[in-house]
């Protein structure tokens, strides 16, 4: 593949990253990696996309400082704690495959299942769904960066404001993403080509965060929801047609 055929894949999966972590909490970021993987192998793909991955979550902290959920990120993170650890330790031993059609699976279940339930009620923060699915999160963010679809699924049925619940999601991801770091190094991801590519594609990440606040801070309540649950949807189908 040329130079040009990779860029023309990459750089609108960077994009798609800044906007989704600036103005979405991810939502649309799990396009991403199958679009990169379209341009390198999947393996490569996970690898590259880390650090972009923590460069867009710093970039974006400051638009969100102190704006987070403090109750649900004291649920989530021991539970992503938990995931990561046991994607490590099980590093190569899960099928890939396997989890990535699982999780598309029950991110499209879920869409569908609010679609059903008409203007349901907002629920409260319960413990352990939360920490469940954060587990969940936490694994499948290791093994191909799939972790938005468990998250949403915790918080979206709370409804929290926007903001909060983009501020919640991206503080998460970056201590998340953060932890993986010593992990991945430590199983040799970063290699010096790895490296040298996630350096090339950094720039755009923070044209993509701008746009995503930009993009946010213009849509009410009920559209940013809207709008996620398709992230989501598309996610989930993109994780079905690249593993089935």
Same mark, same amino acid.
């Not at 965060?209 to 996610?235: D, E, K, P, T």
């Given at each position: 593949?040329?130079?040009?055929? /990779?860029?023309? &894949?990459?750089?609108?999966?960077? /994009?798609?990253?800044?906007?989704?972590?600036?103005?979405?909490?991810?939502?649309?970021?799990?396009?991403?990696?199958?679009?990169?993987?379209?341009?390198?192998?999947?393996?490569?793909?996970?690898?590259?996309?880390?650090?972009?991955?923590?460069?867009?979550?710093?970039?974006?902290?400051?638009?969100?400082?102190?704006?987070?959920?403090?109750?649900?990120?004291?649920?989530?993170?021991?539970?992503?704690?938990?995931?990561?650890?046991? +994607?490590?330790?099980?590093?190569?031993?899960?099928?890939?495959?396997?989890?990535?059609?699982?999780?598309?699976?029950?991110?499209?279940? &879920?869409?569908?299942?609010?679609?059903?339930?008409?203007?349901?009620?907002?629920?409260?923060?319960?413990? +352990?769904? +939360?920490?469940?699915?954060?587990?969940?999160?936490?694994?499948?963010?290791?093994?191909?960066?799939?972790?938005?679809?468990?998250?949403?699924?915790?918080?979206?049925?709370?409804?929290?404001?926007?903001?909060?619940?983009?501020?919640?999601?991206?503080?998460? &991801?970056?201590?998340?993403?953060?932890?993986?770091?010593?992990?991945?190094?430590?199983?040799?991801?970063?290699?010096?080509?790895?490296?040298?590519?996630?350096?090339?594609?950094?720039?755009?990440?923070?044209?993509?965060?701008?746009?995503?606040?930009?993009?946010?801070?213009?849509?009410?309540?009920?559209?940013?929801?809207?709008?996620?649950?398709?992230?989501?949807?598309?996610?989930?189908?993109?994780?079905?047609?690249?593993?089935?």
């Amino acid at each position: 593949m040329t130079l040009h055929d /990779f860029l023309l &894949f990459a750089l609108p999966a960077i /994009f798609l990253t800044g906007l989704s972590k600036g103005g979405f909490g991810g939502a649309l970021g799990g396009l991403a990696v199958p679009l990169l993987a379209l341009a390198t192998s999947p393996k490569q793909a996970v690898a590259v996309m880390l650090p972009i991955l923590c460069l867009a979550d710093v970039v974006g902290l400051k638009a969100y400082w102190r704006k987070w959920d403090t109750a649900n990120l004291r649920v989530m993170l021991p539970g992503a704690a938990l995931g990561i650890a046991i +994607g490590s330790l099980t590093f190569g031993f899960f099928d890939e495959r396997a989890i990535g059609l699982l999780i598309g699976v029950i991110a499209i279940l &879920f869409v569908g299942l609010g679609l059903i339930a008409s203007h349901p009620a907002p629920r409260p923060l319960h413990k +352990g769904r +939360g920490t469940l699915l954060s587990t969940l999160a936490g694994f499948t963010s290791f093994v191909a960066h799939a972790g938005g679809p468990p998250v949403m699924m915790h918080l979206m049925p709370q409804q929290l404001d926007k903001v909060r619940f983009v501020a919640t999601v991206n503080l998460f &991801f970056l201590l998340t993403n953060a932890a993986k770091l010593v992990p991945y190094a430590a199983l040799g991801q970063f290699s010096r080509d790895n490296l040298l590519l996630s350096l090339m594609l950094a720039p755009i990440v923070p044209l993509g965060v701008w746009s995503g606040l930009w993009l946010q801070s213009r849509i009410n309540h009920l559209w940013f929801y809207r709008i996620a649950r398709l992230g989501i949807l598309l996610a989930g189908v993109q994780l079905i047609w690249r593993y089935l």
